[in-house]
């Protein structure tokens, strides 16, 4: 009998193991939540409903069926690893009157929930996330926020990789948390994409010009 982990463990890369290319459906959903957390600004649409009427009509489905999935992954996943946090409490007019005292919980991506966030592509509109990363996150070296963001604008798919791979680590057990973010860190988790990525950059940056307008027609006939 397979006995169930007292440990949390975030499972938005995990993959059927027939099928490596498919998200399983906890994936899919854990992904849903930070990914709708992390774009939502009504507070109404960041309570359990809100997120599973989101996610159920981006799916094409009834929200009520996974409604216990939301819930299940917010309080024993994402609130335990301290990716998403309650952001207040809303109001009610109707409903025990316990409930209608204490009212309905929303909540929040914490500092750890935004760097989870810029791993994933479904968002469309990562800088601005990123943006609100770096103002509250406490990066001691500044040149290396600095170069972080201009490399976002210039080169986004090879920026928000790196956060996905640093995310992956972090899934995988090779980080034990996720803050700090500093280049030290992110240097442990490097694998030979990256450095196949910089061999390329330094060759081509000591290219003549006519000898790297070569190199770009090449990768533009066969990307």
Known sequence: MKTKSKFPKLSIFDTFKTKREEYTGEALRQRSIIAHLATA?????????GISQRIAEENGIVWKNIYSGIF???DEILIPLGLVREAGRLPLKRGPK?????GVPFYELTQEGLLIALSLNEIVGREEILTRFFSIAKIEEN??????Q????????FTYSLF??????????KLEKLLPFSISRLKKISDESILIQREFLEAFSNLPRMER????RFLENIS
Do not use: H, M
């Open 164 to 173: 996905e791979k640093y995310s992956k680590a972090y899934c995988e057990g």
């Open 150 to 157: 201009k490399l976002a604008i210039i080169v986004p798919r």
């Open 41 to 49: 600004t009504n507070s109404t649409a960041r309570t359990r409903t």
């Open 213 to 216: 307008e070569n190199v770009i």
């Open 72 to 74: 299940r992954d917010l």
């Open 98 to 102: 316990a409930l209608q005292e204490k």
């Open 143 to 148: 040149e290396f926020q600095e170069i972080l």
